[in-house]
C-alpha cells in the first residue's frame, strides 16, 4: 500500500478458515520486519503445520528459525487467499486517495482486518445473527461493552 507516495508492505496472517490473525505494516520487505511479523503472529496461537508465503527471500531463514517444522509452500497459487484479502483493503483505500501517516495506515489496516472477521463471524460477537445485520449487532454489542 502506499503512504505519503511511498509503497509500504502490509504483511498479513490468515488462518485456513481466513481469519486474519495479525497484521504489520512495514517501511520496508527485509529479514527484520519479517521476524518482526512472525513473532507477532505467533504469538496468538499454536504453531502452524504450514505457512503459505510467495518467494520473497527473507521468510526463508525466518521460517526456519521461528517455526522449523512447519511447511514452507511458496507455490505459484497457493497464497491466492490472502492475495485476494489484501483486494478489499486496496478497494477501500483506492477512493481514498492514499493515507498520509504511516501510523494512520497501520490502524486502519488493523481496523479494516477486525471489520472483516466480524463480518465472517469469526467471533462470538453476534455471530449468530444474519449476515447482513452482523456488522450492526456486533458495533451496538461492543458499544454497550464500553
Same mark, same amino acid.
Given at each position: 500500500?502506499k503512504?505519503s507516495?511511498r509503497?509500504?508492505y502490509?504483511?498479513r496472517?490468515?488462518?485456513q478458515y481466513?481469519r486474519?490473525?495479525?497484521?504489520?505494516?512495514?517501511?520496508?520487505?527485509d529479514t527484520?520486519?519479517?521476524r518482526?511479523?512472525?513473532t507477532? *503472529?505467533l504469538?496468538?496461537?499454536p504453531?502452524p503445520v504450514?505457512?503459505?508465503?510467495?518467494?520473497?527471500? /527473507?521468510? #526463508?531463514?525466518? &521460517?526456519?528459525?521461528q517455526?522449523?517444522t512447519a511447511a514452507h509452500?511458496?507455490?505459484?497459487y497457493?497464497?491466492?487467499p490472502i492475495e485476494?484479502d489484501h483486494a478489499?483493503?486496496k478497494a477501500r483505500?483506492?477512493?481514498m486517495?492514499g493515507?498520509?501517516?504511516f501510523?494512520?495506515?497501520a490502524?486502519i489496516?488493523a481496523?479494516? *482486518?477486525?471489520v472483516?472477521?466480524?463480518?465472517?463471524?469469526?467471533y462470538e460477537?453476534?455471530?449468530?445473527? /444474519?449476515? #447482513?445485520l452482523? &456488522?450492526?449487532?456486533?458495533?451496538?454489542?461492543?458499544?454497550?461493552?464500553?
Open positions: 500500500m503512504v507516495g509503497w509500504r502490509l504483511y496472517a490468515v488462518d481466513g486474519v490473525i495479525d497484521i504489520l505494516l512495514s517501511e520496508q520487505r527484520a520486519a519479517a518482526r511479523f512472525f507477532r *503472529a504469538r496468538y496461537g504453531a504450514e505457512v503459505t508465503t510467495d518467494k520473497a527471500g /527473507p521468510y #526463508l531463514q525466518v &521460517l526456519e528459525d517455526v522449523p509452500i511458496t507455490e505459484q497457493e497464497n491466492n485476494s478489499r483493503l483505500l483506492r477512493p486517495r493515507l498520509k501517516q501510523r494512520s495506515a490502524r489496516a481496523g479494516h *482486518a477486525f472483516q472477521n466480524l463480518r465472517r463471524g469469526h460477537l453476534a455471530a449468530d445473527t /444474519p449476515l #447482513l452482523r &456488522l450492526a449487532t456486533a458495533f451496538t454489542e461492543l458499544t454497550l461493552a464500553m
